[in-house]
């Protein structure tokens, strides 16, 4: 089945997200939608589905125009899609998810789950996925899971499928099967539309690419473009890919973990007696699918968890039983995995987001009042310094782009007297020139002499940054290891694997 899109615009107010795009899809390709976070790929694929209703343009299947008030609209007229995060029921099996919403009867009315067991072996044989139709969607692996959400849309028939952002929680290997799956779905002739920003998934499997930027399609680029080319088309100007670093030069200060244990109110474990150390000058970087235990284990380091045990001491001194204002006076620099959330308050001027954690006292505040000279002075310094984009330092950080609303966070948190810096998720929904800019700041920091840990969930971040990279897998430390580590090495390890060479 051929997709055409034409001249598709949605609009959200005043933001025009998708602006007159046009694309085809044809049967057996798979064309990538290439482009940054916010670029407006998903919004096109939410009209494509029923979700949302284009403002203006034509949805057209093999030549005739198509309109569909929603996702059952869709889905009957042959497309599907596999969303970023799972759209299942997690105490349900294999085949009760892949019936909803298609819940065939069979005798006296009964749901006919032997057909659904059926259609779920039978697409599993035909595909290579070796999957149980009785098993709980909970215990299986992610990568499995995704396997399922695959099968839901080829039991409806789909002639379109839609991966949107497929591999944001895959291990290496997982996304490495994924694109072995997608190969095959091709070969059978299924069109397919793959919704990325990561330049090697496209490089390795797109038949077409198209770049959308700021809304608008920019241009189509050949799979075979380099990836600079590729990130050039998708920012607007040249970009550097490649992070440069020299090799560390270690300090004596250190940051040393010794059997930290974090867990809920509940008393739920999310890390487990974990033992690390980094140096000063060094960045440990921390690996894992999502859900491991990094969070719990970057809001302890900064005093945001209740329920620890163990030991954090940075340069000597105990953190553990601080305050998240005695830590961040000890000197630990702070960027959060969600900006929007735990890093800036919307609301306020960029300026007054600059000094959130030096809001008691001097340089900012004297006697209880805010030194406004001196405030403005250091904003626009760091507007600068930092490449802030913005009309100016009273403009509110909610009305930044992601990009720049990042560049505030770490503009305030590097702008301290650091001796830590704990970096969760830095280029999370960041475009790639600024991407550039916050990995130079982050080597600067560790040049700087002091000991940083960075957490990322994008191996390709972690692998780029990392002096030394430690795995987490269930809250547990796998392994720590060199950073030019083989990927499939580190693959093995994000599933819980230890190879013999890597010792924890």
Do not use: W
């Amino acid at each position: 089945m051929q997709l055409t899109l034409r001249d598709i615009t949605k609009r959200f107010g005043t933001l025009v997200a998708n602006d007159h795009i046009s694309l085809t899809v044809e049967p057996g390709e798979i064309h990538c939608l290439l482009g940054e976070n916010g670029a407006g790929k998903s919004t096109l694929m939410n009209v494509l589905f029923g979700l949302y209703q284009a403002d203006e343009g034509e949805i057209l299947l093999d030549g005739e125009v198509q309109h569909f008030a929603g996702p059952g609209d869709a889905i009957a007229a042959g497309i599907g899609m596999v969303h970023q995060h799972f759209m299942l029921v997690p105490v349900f099996t294999v085949a009760e998810n892949v019936m909803l919403g298609d819940e065939r009867t069979g005798v006296a009315g009964s749901l006919d789950l032997d057909a659904a067991r059926a259609r779920v072996r039978e697409i599993s044989e035909r595909f290579g996925f070796h999957l149980d139709p009785d098993a709980v969607v909970e215990d299986l692996p992610v990568g499995v899971q995704q396997r399922v959400e695959i099968i839901k849309a080829l039991s409806r028939e789909a002639k379109v499928l839609v991966f949107d952002e497929p591999t944001a929680v895959l291990t290496p290997q997982e996304t490495d099967e994924l694109m072995a799956i997608m190969r095959q779905l091709r070969e059978s002739g299924t069109a397919i539309v793959f919704i990325t920003h990561k330049l090697r998934e496209v490089r390795a499997v797109a038949d077409r690419i198209t770049v959308i930027r700021l809304g608008k399609v920019v241009g189509e680029a050949d799979p075979a473009a380099s990836n600079s080319e590729l990130a050039a088309l998708m920012v607007g100007r040249p970009v550097e890919l490649t992070v440069h670093k020299q090799a560390p030069r270690y300090q004596d200060h250190s940051l040393q973990v010794q059997g930290l244990t974090v867990t809920d109110a509940s008393g739920l474990v999310h890390v487990n007696a974990i033992d690390f150390e980094v140096r000063g000058g060094e960045i440990l970087a921390v690996a894992g699918v999502q859900g491991n235990g990094q969070t719990e284990l970057t809001e302890a380091l900064v005093g945001l968890q209740h329920h620890v045990t163990g030991s954090i001491r940075l340069a000597g001194a105990e953190l553990v039983g601080r305050s998240v204002r005695a830590v961040l006076d000890a000197g630990v620099g702070f960027i959060p995995e969600d900006r929007q959330v735990e890093g800036l308050v919307g609301s306020f001027s960029i300026a007054e987001n600059l000094m959130l954690d030096r809001s008691h006292g001097g340089p900012f505040v004297r006697r209880g009042s805010v030194a406004r000279a001196a405030l403005r002075r250091f904003a626009q310094d760091k507007l600068v310094e930092y490449d802030v984009r913005a009309p100016g330092i009273d403009t509110p950080a909610g009305n930044l782009s992601g990009g720049n609303q990042q560049k505030v966070v770490v503009a305030r948190e590097l702008s301290r007297d650091l001796r830590l810096l704990v970096a969760a998720q830095p280029t999370r929904g960041v475009d790639v020139g600024s991407i550039e800019f916050i990995h130079a700041q982050i080597v600067a920091a560790r040049d700087s002499g002091i000991p940083v840990v960075v957490v990322s969930t994008e191996l390709d971040e972690v692998v780029a940054l990392a002096d030394r990279i430690m795995v987490l897998y269930r809250g547990q430390v796998v392994g720590i290891v060199p950073a030019d580590t083989p990927r499939e090495v580190l693959g093995l390890m994000m599933t819980g694997e230890r190879p013999a060479e890597v010792t924890a």
